[in-house]
Nanobody
């Protein structure tokens, strides 16, 4: 089982990045997915929740209107398009998967598979 996150990097404020998370080793479309992030010295926080079908997507208030999450079950991949990036978006971003087919999963403890994280650094 693997969740491989990629796409992080250094970007100036106002710029964009697209994160990808490729899943393998489990039936991806039976799982809800979440994007989380953890900034230095801070607790992990949720960025977005995506249902197994991708029909329901929820965003944290801090990223609403700037980030767009999506998934392609045919490619076993989930994406996070990040626009209008701010220095406060600097964090390690993680994707995670929870075995649930009927909506989004908001409880971090329900996520059973976690990616290794990809670092996003936004300079001012």
């Amino acid at each position: 089982v693997q969740l491989q996150a990629s796409g992080g990097g250094l970007v100036q404020a106002g710029g964009s990045l697209r994160l990808s998370c490729a899943a393998s080793g489990f039936t991806f479309d039976d799982y809800a997915v979440g994007w989380f992030r953890q900034a230095p010295g801070k607790e992990r926080e949720a960025v977005s929740y995506i249902s197994s079908s991708g029909d329901t997507i929820v965003y944290a208030d801090s990223v609403k209107g700037r980030f767009t999450a999506s998934r392609d079950n045919a490619k076993n991949t989930v994406y996070l398009q990040m626009n209008s990036l701010k220095p406060e978006d600097t964090a390690v971003y993680y994707c995670a998967a929870a075995p649930f087919r009927f909506g989004v999963v908001v409880a971090p403890d329900e996520y059973v598979y976690w990616g290794q994280g990809t670092l996003v650094t936004v300079s001012s």
